[in-house]
């Protein structure tokens, strides 16, 4: 059986999708023998049982499947699943992780980040993984804090924030992790939440199921240095109104249901900015609301969309997937240069390497 077979375009069809004991995998075969430290109440919690219950779901081998983290909180995950993974160098997960989805066509190989360890010093690293589309799926936990090191502000806290390292408010101009990953023309983008286990899920599903590089980012509470930042989202009283549920090929709407029983408010363009803007749909009429279109190769409206999101009060949220393209992907097509060489360069691979090492510029020195 392959990814094919079971839908999953986004997996190697080389890869045996048959379970080693040909029996359903559960979440306890995902789950490692260590002590799991995080904080009580840490959003990153809800991640890991989600990510345990959903591995299963993908019929592959575990040692088939890979995780590489940086440095942060969110980065021990690889402790705490069966697998195989990497606890690796601050900020260089999405490098390494290209290194071995190159080498190693037969994996799954996964990303799990912050928003300190991705965006800080691993800015360039994330950004070019987005840019190249390897075959890998990126998880960024963001709570906008830095919590491993006790509260410092991150790239993604908001203006104004008092924290340890900003005493008086940070000065910075935070960035949008979405925004970002659009900009680098990611060919999947998404956004979730912790503690949405269905819509979690559902996202991460997709995520797998795409070939290239796949980045999700999830708002995770820390409830220890940056506690509430995302209730807006959360509250059962403001939810509705904060969250803008993007679903492909469905108008964009949300808000307290009006007397039609759908969203009260809708997205529309905007021409004054060529962006798009909130509006109510009794205003403006159905016919005005945008339809989702997480498929459009230009991602101009995508990227509008994501600029929704207010940076310190999240008054309006967009989530799910913002962007799900089809493009050809760096391992693939280093393999196939690779393979050309292969078949074309005459003679032993030992002679092909002799004449690389004495090919080109070379010198004979006395």
């Known amino acids: 059986m392959t990814a094919t077979d079971l839908g999953l375009p986004g997996l190697r069809s080389g ?8 029996e359903p995998q559960t979440a306890k075969e995902y789950t490692s023998d260590q002590e799991v430290r995080w904080c009580p109440g840490c959003g990153d919690y809800a991640v890991l049982k989600a990510v345990q219950g959903f591995l299963p779901q993908l019929g592959l081998r575990r040692e088939n499947i890979v995780f590489v983290s940086g440095i942060g909180c969110s980065s021990r995950f690889p402790y705490y699943l069966d697998t195989y993974g990497m606890h690796s160098i601050h900020g260089r997960a999405p490098s390494i992780a290209t290194g071995i989805a190159t080498a190693r066509e037969d994996l799954s190989v996964w990303v799990v980040t912050g928003d300190g360890d991705a965006l800080s010093i691993g800015g360039n690293h994330l950004i070019h993984a987005l840019r190249r589309n390897v075959n890998m799926t990126i998880l960024l936990f963001n709570n906008r804090i830095y919590g491993l090191t006790k509260g410092q502000y991150s790239p993604t806290s908001e203006t104004g924030k008092v924290t340890k390292s900003t005493p008086m408010g940070s ?11 659009l900009g680098a023309e990611g060919s999947f983008v998404a956004r979730t939440i912790d503690s949405d286990r269905k819509h979690l899920t559902a996202v991460l599903s997709a995520a797998a199921a795409h070939r290239g590089t796949s980045f999700v980012e999830i708002y995770q509470n820390c409830p220890i240095f940056n506690d ?48 798009v803007k909130v509006a109510l749909v009794a205003d403006v009429g159905e016919d005005a609301i945008l339809v989702h279109d997480a498929h459009n190769p230009d991602p101009t409206t995508a990227f509008a969309i994501s600029r929704l999101t207010d940076a310190g009060y999240l008054n309006q949220s967009p989530i799910g997937i913002f962007r799900q393209v089809e493009r050809t992907t760096y391992d693939d097509q280093a393999r196939s240069q690779i393979q050309t060489a292969q078949q074309t360069a005459p003679g032993t691979p030992q002679d092909r390497l002799a004449a690389l090492i004495g090919g080109g510029d070379t010198w004979t020195v006395a």
């Open 15 to 22: 890869v045996d999708l048959v379970p080693t004991n040909d």
């Open 171 to 181: 000065i910075d101009h935070p960035f949008n992790p979405v925004s970002l990953a």
């Open 228 to 275: 509430g930042a995302f209730d807006a989202i959360k509250d059962n009283d403001t939810k509705a109104d904060a969250i803008i549920p993007l679903e492909h090929g469905r108008p964009i709407r949300f808000g307290a249901p009006d007397a039609s029983g759908l969203g009260a408010k809708g997205l529309i363009h905007d021409s004054e900015t060529g962006g």
